[in-house]
C-alpha cells in the first residue's frame, strides 16, 4: 500500500534553474496538496486540487506552478529558483471533504537552492 | 483570513508530568486536526475534532474542542519520552470550491526522563 509518493527525496539547485517535484496517490483521493515547511515552522499551503483539471492557489503560490491531468498525480513545478524556495515540501490527499476525513502525507523533498 | 495559532512553540517537560498545547485561531471552522511531526518524517495524523465539545482521546494524549471560543487544546497526561516530537494544529477552511487546512506554527514538545 503506497499511499502518498513523493519523488525527489533530496535535490539541490542552482539559482535560476528549474524543476518538477513529482507526487502520486494510489488511494484515489480527489483531493491533493502541496505544501511547505520552512526549518523549525508550520506547513503553508501552496497550490491544491479538488480533482483532476482543477487546481487553485493556496497561501503562498509565487515562484511555483501546478498541473492535475489525472486524478492520481499532482506535480509541483518550480521555475528560476530562489534560496527563498530552500524547504522541505509535501504532498498530501484526502478523498473529500467528509466528516472525520483527514490527510494523508507524503514522506517529503527536502530542497536546497544555492 | 484565517490565522491559527500555537502556545507555546517549545516546551520541555519532565516524564510523569501534565501539559497543554493551545491552539487559537481567527475565523469559524468546524474542523480541527491535530498532527505529529518526529524529526525529519511526514506528519502523522492524531485527531480530527468536527464540533462543539468534542473530545477525543489517544493513550496519554486528549484533544478538545470548543468552537464559540475557536480553541482546541491539546492535553498530555503523563508525559514519556516517546511522545517527544512537534504537534501542529490545522484549521478546515471550506465552502464552494475551496478545501484546504491552515496549520499552525507547530509546538515542539521534549520530554526529559
Known amino acids: 500500500n503506497a499511499g502518498v509518493t513523493q519523488t525527489p527525496k533530496f535535490r539541490i539547485l542552482k539559482i535560476g534553474q528549474s524543476m518538477t517535484l513529482q507526487c502520486a496517490q494510489d488511494m484515489n483521493h480527489n483531493y491533493m496538496y502541496w505544501y511547505r515547511q520552512d526549518p523549525g515552522m508550520g506547513l503553508k499551503l501552496i497550490y491544491y486540487?479538488?480533482?483532476?483539471?482543477?487546481?487553485d492557489k493556496g497561501e503562498v503560490p509565487n515562484g511555483y506552478n501546478v498541473s492535475r491531468s489525472t486524478t492520481e498525480d499532482f506535480p509541483l513545478r518550480l521555475e528560476l529558483a530562489a534560496p527563498s524556495q530552500t524547504s522541505v515540501y509535501f504532498c498530501a490527499s484526502s478523498y473529500s471533504t467528509g466528516l472525520n476525513e483527514k490527510l494523508f502525507f507524503g514522506s517529503g523533498t527536502q530542497l536546497s537552492v544555492l | 483570513e484565517l490565522k491559527v495559532e500555537q502556545n507555546p512553540l517549545f516546551l520541555s517537560m519532565q516524564e510523569g508530568k501534565n501539559y497543554t498545547i493551545y491552539c487559537n485561531y481567527s475565523t469559524t471552522s468546524d474542523r480541527l486536526y491535530w498532527y505529529r511531526q518526529d524529526p525529519g518524517k511526514s506528519l502523522e495524523s492524531l485527531f480530527v475534532?468536527?464540533?462543539?465539545?468534542a473530545v477525543k482521546q489517544e493513550g496519554r494524549l486528549m484533544a478538545s474542542l470548543d468552537t464559540k471560543a475557536r480553541l482546541s487544546t491539546l492535553h498530555i497526561t503523563a508525559a514519556v519520552h516517546d511522545l517527544s516530537a512537534t504537534y501542529f494544529c490545522a484549521v478546515g477552511q471550506y465552502g464552494g470550491a475551496t478545501n484546504k487546512l491552515i496549520f499552525g506554527t507547530g509546538t515542539l514538545l521534549a520530554v526529559q526522563p
Open positions: 475534532l468536527l464540533s462543539n465539545g
Open positions: 486540487s479538488v480533482g483532476a483539471g482543477i487546481t
